[in-house]
Every structure is written in C-alpha cells, then in structure tokens.
C-alpha cells in the first residue's frame, strides 16, 4: 500500500440541494486543516460542489465520505468518495468528455472534478449506482 | 426567511451576494430580480460576487441566466468582484460565460453599465 | 522463512554492540573525509544506534524479505532520511552508501569472529544476510536519486516562476511575454501571475505576446484560451500579439481561433490597447 489513511472518515448525507452546501463547507474546513492555498482550496471546493449535486440531483441521493490521506513520502491530501444507488451512467466517456462543452447537467460536474482535482476515480453500474472518489494532494 | 437584498442605485440595481447560496436562496433571488427589474424599469444591474469565495456550475449558470433574463427586460447586467481562484476554477471547469459582462470592481462596473446603457 | 542460525546473529549483535558501533562509526568517519565539515558526531551516533536497533528489530521477526515485508519500513525510512539529508547537502552517492556498506563490513567482521565454524551456519547466516545488504544497498542509491530529483522538479518549479513576469506597459494596460511551451502547469502560473497583476493595478487591458511560442497547435491554444476567459472573468480584455507568419497559418489550418484583437507585434497591440482604454498619441515633432 502506498498510503495510509488516517482512519478518521466523515459522512456527509446527500439527499436534498441544501446538503450540496454542507458538502461544500465541509470540503472547505478540512481544506483549510490541511493547509492547501487559497487556489487549491477553491479548486477543491468547487469539484466537491459538483459531485456533491450530481449525487443529489442525477444518483437521486447519497453520500459524501471526506478522508485525510497521507501518501508515502509524507505528502498529506484530502479524499472524498460520493456514493449513490441511483440510475447509473450511461455513458461515462462521454459524460466526462462534455465536460467542456457549454452544456449543463451532468458532463460538466464530472469532467470539471476530474480536471480540478489530481486523482479521479469513477465506477458506474445501470440500475446500481455511481461511485466516484476524487483526491488532492498538497 | 432570508433572501439577498437588491438596492436601487437611481437607473439601477445593486445586488451584493455575501454569502454561500443553497439552491432555492440562488432561486429566489433570481425571481427578485426579475421582478425588481419590471417594477423600477432598471437600466442596469450590478451584481456584486467580491465576497463569493466558491462558483460552482450551477451558480456560474445562474447568473449567466440572470444576465440574460435582465436583458430581456430591458437591462444591461455586468457581474463585478470575481476572486481571482474563482475565475481560474471556474475557466478550469470549462465555464467561460462568455456574453456576460463583468468588471474588476463595483466602480469600473458603474462605468460599464453607462457606457453600456448609453448604447442601448 | 524463519531461519534457525539467524538467531546467533542477534545474539553476536547484542553481545557485541558497542563494538559494532564505534567500530562502525570510525569507518565511516574515513569514509566521508571530505565531508567532515558537514557532519557531526552526534548525528552519526544516532543515526547508527537507530539503524542498529531497527535492524535488530527487522531480523528478529525473522521476515527476511527486505522490498516488501513491513518490518523492514521503519529501517527504510530512517536510511531514507539520512540520505535525503546528505544528498541534498551535496554528498556523492559512494558517500550516501557508505552509512550501509560500512555498517555491513563491521557487523561481518564481528559475525566471522564469533560464528560457529559449521559450514551449514555460515552459509546459511550468509545468504539471507548477503541478501538484505544487497537489497539495502540498491535502496540507498535509489534513496539518493529520488532525492536529486525532488530537488531538479522544485528547482525547474522556481525556474518556471521566474519566467512569467506580468509587467505595467502603461496606467491599465498589462503585459505578459510568454516564452517557451504552454503546458497545463505553466498556463496556471501564467493566469494566476496576471489576475493577481490585475487585481493589484485595475487593469482593463491584457496583451498577451506569444512571440516566444514555438508552436501553437489545439491544445496550446486552449491553454491560450483559458487565460484569456480568466482575464475577461476579472474585467479585462486581452489582446494577443507576437503571431509569427508560420503560427498564422498553423492556426487557420488547424481551425483555430481566439475571439480577441490579434496583431503581429507588440508596438502594434499596445498601439490598439492605448486607443481602448482612451488615450491619443501625438507627435510633438511635425516633420
């Protein structure tokens, strides 16, 4: 294993919109602990915003599980995985691919994540649900 | 219940968004400025996000549609304050709102607006 | 594997400790003769009696696999951090590698004079300890390259923040010499350089000169065009310069385009920024 998790984890509920801005509060306090600057800190906030709506909006629901994770050579950085049991993706190359184009919804959130965090993860069953983890590292 | 206050500035409209939006708060505020728009017959609307410190897709397209729907009514919208971390995200997202007009501070945006007024 | 014979090793090693050491620590001592100014005893001293100690530790729960058992990670981060230190401070990597090698000639001296002469236990003992050494080795110098090259990426990280100066070319109008190639980190540096710039003079105008750009194909053009919507984003309208004839055509064959002012120069695009933002030149000379 190349890292180690702190083991501490926290759960945020995703059910309705108003919980996308405690996601987004919460990806911003643990930003701050962790000491990432004001660009990584926002950069990070806004892709937890995204997800946090896709699981909300498109997973119709789900969870946010925030950890601290220390990689070999004491590089410190922050994980969170949102996990829904909604209708799945489709198409997920394509979803990502939308992500620079003007269009809304769904294409955006997930290529915007992936290209403002450093680790992008994504696992998508139809009928079972989504899971997509996401990682930066200071 | 809370909802951001829009200020009436002569021709225009100030709004000044301090603070993180949930959804239905975003909502309602754009509803008010529609109507506020119709109400006073607003040349212009200033919207203020120097304190906003996240912009995420959904608030980004908000005030894209914000801009447009003001437009509609008769009034030039232009978007003042943007954090620079938040315009580098927001470009990084791939959301450029192009066809908004925005101002490094509320006083250029003043500017602006008369120079963008007067060609209406 | 658990070996039988190893277990006269800890007890040469625990009888023999303070032997092992100075031993040890003298050795290398003359080894890094050249670096004697940098060193200092108590360092050396507790490097060596941590080192000694894990290692112990490590043989004893007889795990001998040395890459990828866990017993052996907190030797490995001790070697790990001596030589980070010494090899950022300019040791060569024979030097880095004698704190191993030579604690490896005087535990074997020690071993040899106080080992059972059956040849059974001596090789046996041998083989696993040949073994680790020569994978304790390797990891030295793999150790001591990795340091180097955290030490050349921050060094070409700072190079690259020397190369984005934003500068004042008049009251509101900015420019930025891009000089070599655009990449994803570099376009970062580059739009955060300028939106701090603008914020700090209230600039309304952005001239970004390409001239140093050696290529612009698709993506570098997208690198081009994100800084250009960050700008705007900040209300600052950008105008780009420095298109060299063969970029032109490049770019129109490629498709690409930037829906901004785009001139040949410099002078040409500062001329187009002065008028913008309100100013008139005039020649006091009338010839």
């Known amino acids: ?138 | 219940m809370e909802r951001i206050p829009i200020l009436k500035m002569g021709d225009y409209l100030l709004v000044s968004i301090q603070i993180d939006m949930h959804d239905k708060l975003a909502m309602d505020l754009k509803n008010d400025l529609a109507e506020k728009i119709s109400k006073t017959s607003a040349k212009g609307v200033l919207i203020d996000i120097s304190a906003l410190e996240v912009v995420d897709s959904f608030i980004g397209r908000m005030l894209g549609s914000m801009s447009e729907i003001s437009k509609v009514l008769g009034a030039e919208t232009v978007i003042v304050g943007m954090q620079p971390a938040v315009a580098i995200t927001l470009v990084e997202l791939g959301l450029s709102l192009k066809g908004i007009h925005t101002a490094l501070n509320v006083e250029k945006g003043i500017k602006l607006l008369d120079e963008l007024v007067k060609l209406q | 594997m658990p070996d039988k014979h190893i277990k006269t090793v800890l007890e040469i090693i625990k009888k023999n400790k303070n032997d092992i050491l100075n031993v040890w620590k003298n050795n290398l001592w003359k080894k890094l003769e050249y670096q004697r100014d940098l060193l200092s005893d108590n360092e050396i001293e507790k490097y060596a009696e941590d080192f000694l100690n894990l290692f112990n530790a490590a043989i004893k729960s007889e795990d001998y696999d040395f890459m990828s058992s866990e017993e052996w990670d907190a030797l490995k981060d001790t070697v790990t951090q001596l030589i980070h230190r010494w090899s950022s401070q300019g040791f060569t990597i024979r030097e880095t590698g004698s704190f191993v090698t030579t604690f490896k000639d005087a535990l074997y001296n020690k071993i040899k004079e106080n080992i059972e002469k059956n040849p059974d236990v001596i090789l046996s003992v041998f083989s696993i300890l040949d073994r680790l050494f020569t994978d304790l080795a390797i990891f030295s110098v793999e150790a001591h390259v990795q340091s180097r090259d955290e030490i050349i990426s921050r060094q070409q990280k700072e190079i690259l923040e020397l190369s984005t100066p934003v500068i004042t070319l008049w009251k509101g109008i900015l420019a930025i010499p891009l000089i070599g190639t655009l990449d994803s980190e570099r376009t970062q540096m580059v739009m955060e350089a300028l939106l701090q710039k603008i914020v700090e003079t209230g600039s309304d105008m952005a001239i970004i000169d390409i001239t140093g750009v050696p290529a612009v194909d698709t993506e570098v053009a997208q690198h081009i065009i994100k800084t250009i919507n960050a700008a705007r984003l900040m209300g600052a309208d950008c105008i780009i310069s420095g298109i060299r004839p063969q970029i032109a055509q490049t770019m129109v064959a490629l498709g690409v385009s930037f829906d901004v002012t785009t001139k040949a120069t410099l002078a040409d695009a500062f001329s187009v920024a002065l008028k913008r933002v309100g100013f008139q030149i005039t020649n006091e000379n009338h010839e």
């Open chain 1, 1 to 138: 294993m190349d890292e180690n998790t702190t083991g501490k984890e926290t759960v945020i509920t995703l059910r309705e919109t108003n919980d996308i801005v405690n996601a987004r509060q919460y990806a911003r306090k643990l930003a701050v602990e962790l000491g990432f600057n004001i660009l990584d800190q926002t950069k990070i906030v806004t892709a937890i915003s995204e997800l946090a709506r896709n699981t909300v909006i498109w997973g119709k629901g789900g969870k946010a599980t925030f950890e601290i994770i220390i990689k070999k050579g004491n590089k410190a950085g922050l994980r969170a995985t949102f996990t829904d049991r909604g209708p799945g993706i489709p198409d997920v190359e394509k979803a990502l691919e939308d992500g620079y184009t003007s269009g809304g919804g769904l294409g955006l959130g997930l290529g915007g994540a992936k290209r403002l965090m450093d680790e992008f993860e994504i696992e998508s069953e139809i009928g079972k649900g989504t899971t997509v983890t996401v990682a930066k590292y200071k």
